[in-house]
């Protein structure tokens, strides 16, 4: 797809992410037969896919500091 963001590989295993479009939604899944990952939007066409792989991209730790780390302990 053109102009569209690119993938991170998979959060659980580092293989290569591929997204596509379902009956019911968005889904970007990881390619690796061993893992299986996946981010799955149940909304059709009212979630954009750029949604959906924002989300896909986006690890534990770009959501800001651990709550340990916000009460003053160390990470």
Known sequence: MD??????PCPFCGG????RKTITGW???CESDACGADVMFYAGDRKPVAKTV??????????????SEQEGGEA
Request: proline share 11%; aromatic share 4%.
């Open 3 to 8: 102009g569209m963001p690119e993938l991170k």
């Open 16 to 19: 290569p992410a591929r997204i």
């Open 27 to 29: 889904c970007v899944m």
């Open 54 to 67: 924002e989300l896909w991209n986006t690890r534990g730790n770009d959501a800001g500091p651990s709550m």
